[in-house]
Structure formats: C-alpha cells, structure tokens
C-alpha cells in the first residue's frame, strides 16, 4: 500500500482560478487535458508500476484528500479529477453528489488491463460511514485510446465555458449536426411515408423576437426542428393552441409571451439555422378532440421527418428553460497527457453519455419519465439535448446533466437496427393509447 503525498487544485494562489471569478475578468473555460498535481502523482506512479509488474500489477494507493476536494479540483479545471468524479455516477447506492459524502477519503486501485488494449486501469473508492466505487478508468498508450472516431463529444476540441447557451456552444452543435446531415447515410435512410407526412402546423421564427402559427404548407417543404420536453405538474399554465388563442397565435405573438424552455428551443432553432419549430402544445389545437386525435397518431412520423429534436432534459416543466451555467465539459472528453505519453478515458463513451444524460434508472431526468419520449427518442434523426440543471431537493436533481450533447443513428448504431420498423409500429400505437403519461 502507498500513500499519495500531492493535493488536487484548490484555493491556493498558484492553481487555476475557480468558474466563478471575481466579476469584471474573462469568463473561466475549461482547458482539456490539464492535470492537478495529485492526478499527475497518481498517473506517474501508476505507470511505473505497470512496467515493474507488468501483468501481475496490484496495488492500493490511499490519498491525503477527500471526495470532495476531488469534486472542487474538477471544477477547477483538472481533467482527470472530472473523469473520476464522473466514475462514480454510475453508483446506485448513493447519491455521489450529497454533502454526506463530500468528506470521506479518497483511494485508488491499479489493475492490469488483461485482454484490452489499455495499459492498465485504475478505479477510485470513497470510504466513509460507508463506501462506494466507481467504475475503472482505463490508461492508453498516447493517441491509441480505441475512441469511436464520429463520437460527437470525444472529438470536440475547443475549450468551453460553464454557459451551454454560449456562441462557442451554438458553433460545436452545428458542426456536429452538418457532420451528421452529409456524412451519415443511416440518418437519412426515412422511409417514403416518414418523408411525406409533416405536421398540421408549425411556428414561423421571423428574425425578430416574434413567432407565427402556420400551416406547414407555408415552411413549402424546408426542415423544421422538435422540441421534447415537460409540460410540468401545472400544464394549464403552458401556452396552449386552442380555438380561442388561434387567431392570436396565426397574427404572431412576441417571444415574451413564451416561457423559458420554449424561448431557449426558438433561439436554439434560429442558432442552428432554421426558421420552423414544431411544438406540441402550440401546434396541436388541445380543445378540439378530432385534432389531437389525427396528430396524435402520426407523432412518430413528426420526430422522425424533423431534422432533429430539441430535448429539455432536466426541465421538469416549461418555466426552467433549456441551458445551464454549470457545464462541465472535461468529463467526456478524454485526457491526452503528452509528457507521460498516455490517454485517460471511458471504455464506452456511449455509457458515459447515459449517465450524463440520465436516460433511466437511478437519478433519471423529468423528460426521460415521460411515456412519449421514448417515440421522441427512437423517432427523431438527430438529438441536440440542451441540458438544464434542476434544482436541489428532488433526487432527479442530485445528478443533473450540465451540458449539451448529441446523438443520432450514426453516431448510436443501437437507436437503429434491424427490427426498427416492428418497433416503430409499436411506438405508433403507443401514440393514441390511454399509457402516454408515466413510465414505470
């Protein structure tokens, strides 16, 4: 057993500045592939005892530091302390993000990678009152980390702030969609009937701050986006299409007159370069039974002929809005340390973009508890999922996503595969039956 003797960032006058600077200097961005002294220690010396034991590597190291110095380091900029923290997301058995925890101490595991292309992998503990443990990081040779090449995040280089509603932001989405818009043929693969059904009704963005209702026919066949999200425990106070607001909506309504999540789905929309939005609640006339009935039915068709989808992940009703100011975006980006020559990363970027996202199980967001979402999910081409953080108090909110992500068929071969067309007839049904509200 060995015990490390460096520390994590933390307030000392020579460690990076935290996100939060003092008003009036540059806005903090998060530099990929930085490395606080105590992760450079810990990577040091797991790689010379790989090459003393080679195979036969075991050991457990402790630290002088707790989980929660780990946490702050990663918010400080340290790209390996990110990943770790990230590490332990996907423990069930307790919230890794509750002040309960934030004290107990932090140590480490080195084990051979056997079968893998990896050096070796190391895995972090935290032990207290109780203890957890998060998954193994494995440790590449420089460059050789077997990254999935069209993997969206993997592959962005530009350093990022903590405002996913930034222009930096808005610039990455929009190369990963033209990527997936010319170079994925699955993403384009749309049935005939997918290509010709649209919608009823769009909303028309004019380069103002107003929108119009219309029918379709006037977008005369350009793309439109669609949004996801959660209508909320009141949904009488989300903005309605009914028989009495129609003119009002078709004479066009000023931003203002939207809450949050939908103003921040029009300026992703217009951001992106589109013109047409379509919105369930604005699009779909609620007061009229045949209406509903006849979109309804051909919802899955709706997301799947959109150019992509919109999807308010951590909003639970329509007042929370899309993006979030506490980003994080080293922690599923590799680490690529140059010096000591090797890459730090997850096995399977697809898994980390789950847990960022919490598409199920333990600390799931607000949208991925809704019974539509999995037609919204399974339908749509393309996902640009604007994260937005809830606040505390729900156990949804102990683990929130911070960032925008994406995906598509290309890029997440399991959303298409053979079979799709059984599926998509049975999400189909789903759309006009009575079990569209919950999960369970």
Request: hydrophobic residues 35%.
């Amino acid at each position: 057993m060995r015990t490390l003797a460096a520390l994590p960032f933390g307030p000392a006058a020579s460690d990076p500045p935290p996100p939060d600077a003092a008003a009036g200097t540059a806005p903090f961005r998060y530099e990929p592939h930085v490395l606080c002294p105590a992760c450079r220690e810990l990577l040091t010396l797991a790689l010379e005892l790989q090459r003393q034991r080679g195979a036969q590597l075991s050991e457990y190291i402790e630290t002088a530091y707790d989980y929660g110095q780990l946490c702050k380091s990663a918010e400080r900029g340290c790209h390996v302390c990110a990943l770790l923290q990230a590490s332990m997301w996907t423990t069930p058995r307790i919230i890794v993000d509750d002040a309960r925890v934030r004290d107990w101490a932090v140590s480490f595991t080195f084990l051979p990678a056997t079968g893998r292309e990896a050096l070796l992998l190391i895995t972090i503990e935290c032990s207290g009152a109780g203890s957890m443990r998060g998954y193994s990081l494995p440790v590449f040779p420089l460059n050789d980390a077997g990254l999935t090449p069209d993997y969206p995040v993997y592959n962005t280089k530009t350093s990022l702030g903590k405002n996913t509603g930034d222009e930096e932001t808005f610039d990455i989405a929009k190369g990963w969609l033209q990527k997936c818009l010319k170079e994925h043929k699955m993403c384009g693969e749309n049935d005939d009937e997918a290509r010709v059904v649209r919608p009823r009704r769009l909303l028309h963005l004019d380069d103002g701050d107003s929108i119009k209702l219309v029918d379709s026919g006037v977008a005369d066949g350009q793309e439109y986006v669609a949004l996801s999200h959660c209508w909320g425990r009141h949904p009488e106070h989300v903005p309605r299409l009914v028989r009495e607001t129609e003119a009002k909506l078709r004479a066009g309504v000023e931003l203002s007159f939207l809450p949050k999540t939908f103003q921040h789905a029009v300026l992703t929309t217009k951001k992106l370069g589109f013109r047409f939005l379509w919105i369930d609640s604005l699009c779909i006339v609620q007061d009229s039974t045949d209406d509903w009935k006849d979109q309804a039915k051909i919802m899955a068709l709706v997301y799947t002929n959109s150019v992509l989808t919109i999807a308010a992940l951590k909003s639970s009703g329509s007042t929370e809005g899309c993006f979030t100011e506490e980003r994080n975006p080293l922690r599923l980006r590799p680490c690529v340390s140059e010096d000591l020559g090797v890459t730090v990363s997850s096995w399977n970027p697809g898994r980390l973009w789950e847990v960022e996202v919490n598409t199920s199980g333990y600390g799931a967001s607000p949208l991925h508890s809704r019974a539509w979402v999995v037609q919204e999910r399974y339908s749509a081409p393309a996902r640009y999922c604007m994260a937005r953080t809830v606040s505390t108090g729900s156990v949804a909110a102990r683990n929130p996503p911070r960032r925008i992500t994406a995906t598509c068929h290309g890029t997440m071969s399991l959303i298409r595969r053979p079979g799709c067309s059984v599926w998509k007839s049975k999400i189909q049904a789903l759309s006009v039956s009575q079990q569209t509200n919950r999960l369970r």
